[in-house]
């Protein structure tokens, strides 16, 4: 994106939870929609949002992380379920 933005937003009340409402301008940039999913990173000082562009790109990734953890953990994670 290459610019640095300030703002501050209050959190409103959606249901039970809160949320943050992201102006229509920033989805622009952001090129986000209705659809787009959003990583959330917790970070020591604050959180960070990045929408996904290529959601099933991530999902295979993830899968191949689990097979691969799994082969070389999975003797561990079966002692540990016990």
Known sequence: MGC???MRKK???HGNS???IID???LELLHAD???TF???MH???VLLTPVTNATER???FETAVRESLEKYGDVYRRLAE
């Open 34 to 36: 209705d659809d787009t």
């Open 18 to 20: 809160r949320a943050l």
């Open 24 to 26: 229509k301008a920033i």
């Open 59 to 61: 999902a295979s990734r």
């Open 4 to 6: 640095a933005t300030t």
């Open 39 to 41: 990583e959330i990173e």
């Open 44 to 46: 020591a000082q604050g």
């Open 11 to 13: 959190l409103v009340k």
